[in-house]
């Protein structure tokens, strides 16, 4: 079972729970690395300035440290400049789009549910569709299959939580799929780095 696990794509992604969205908070570290500081230099300001406005140290260094770590798993400085200084629904969406690159359980959920919705035209939705997801995953991979239910329902609502943040859904009872507009810097940094098969969590096509 070890072995199997260490080799899921899906590792890692339990750590959702625990994360979130984290819009104010990728914003601000995107704004820090712009001003030409490095990791730690980037965590040790986050911290003596207190801007995350958490209680403990250590949940500020594990914050600034996955902000960090989907930023750079965008790998294009061009985006992470949009991150810190574009308006809020460019950013929004382009730190959904590092979600994606650093979790393969956001990407294929994006992908697979929300990309197919927008192809076929089906802008039904409802939280059984998140539910259908991640069933699927749990009969397709023993890593997802090993987690609690508990883990599984936090997961369902960190994705539900992220469908809110980023205007596909109105609220956690929607029935009905917002029709998103992709903005200009996602595609075009998409299309040029290659990434074309994520345009459609974002209602384009290649």
């Given at each position: 079972?070890?072995?199997?696990?260490?080799?899921?794509?899906y590792?890692g992604?339990?750590?959702?729970?625990?994360?979130?969205?984290l819009f104010?908070?990728m914003?601000?570290?995107?704004?820090?690395?712009q001003?030409?500081?490095?990791?730690?230099?980037v965590?040790?300001?986050?911290?003596?300035?207190?801007?995350?406005?958490?209680?403990t140290?250590?949940?500020?260094?594990?914050?600034?440290?996955a902000?960090?770590?989907?930023l750079?798993?965008?790998?294009?400085?061009?985006?992470?400049?949009?991150?810190?200084?574009?308006?809020?629904y460019?950013?929004?969406?382009?730190?959904?789009?590092?979600?994606m690159?650093q979790?393969?359980?956001?990407?294929?959920?994006?992908?697979?549910?929300i990309?197919?919705?927008?192809?076929?035209?089906?802008?039904?939705?409802?939280?059984?569709?998140?539910?259908?997801?991640?069933?699927r995953?749990q009969?397709?991979?023993?890593?997802?299959?090993?987690?609690?239910?508990n883990?599984?329902?936090k997961?369902?609502?960190?994705?539900s939580?992220?469908?809110?943040?980023?205007?596909?859904?109105?609220n956690?009872?929607?029935?009905?799929?917002?029709p998103?507009?992709?903005?200009?810097?996602?595609e075009?940094?998409l299309?040029?780095?290659?990434e074309?098969a994520?345009?459609?969590?974002?209602?384009?096509?290649p």
């Amino acid at each position: 079972m070890a072995i199997l696990d260490s080799d899921s794509p899906y590792k890692g992604s339990g750590q959702l729970t625990r994360e979130q969205f984290l819009f104010y908070e990728m914003r601000t570290t995107a704004r820090l690395l712009q001003e030409g500081l490095t990791d730690q230099e980037v965590v040790d300001q986050i911290l003596l300035e207190n801007l995350f406005q958490y209680p403990t140290e250590k949940t500020v260094k594990q914050t600034a440290r996955a902000c960090l770590s989907r930023l750079h798993a965008l790998e294009d400085a061009g985006l992470i400049e949009a991150v810190a200084t574009q308006d809020s629904y460019t950013a929004k969406q382009i730190c959904l789009y590092a979600m994606m690159k650093q979790y393969r359980m956001i990407w294929d959920f994006m992908i697979t549910v929300i990309g197919a919705k927008y192809q076929q035209q089906d802008y039904t939705f409802n939280r059984r569709d998140i539910n259908a997801f991640c069933l699927r995953l749990q009969e397709q991979d023993d890593l997802v299959a090993s987690w609690s239910g508990n883990t599984i329902q936090k997961i369902e609502s960190v994705i539900s939580r992220i469908l809110i943040e980023n205007e596909y859904i109105n609220n956690g009872k929607s029935t009905q799929l917002n029709p998103v507009l992709i903005c200009g810097t996602l595609e075009a940094a998409l299309r040029v780095n290659g990434e074309d098969a994520a345009l459609p969590a974002f209602n384009c096509f290649p």
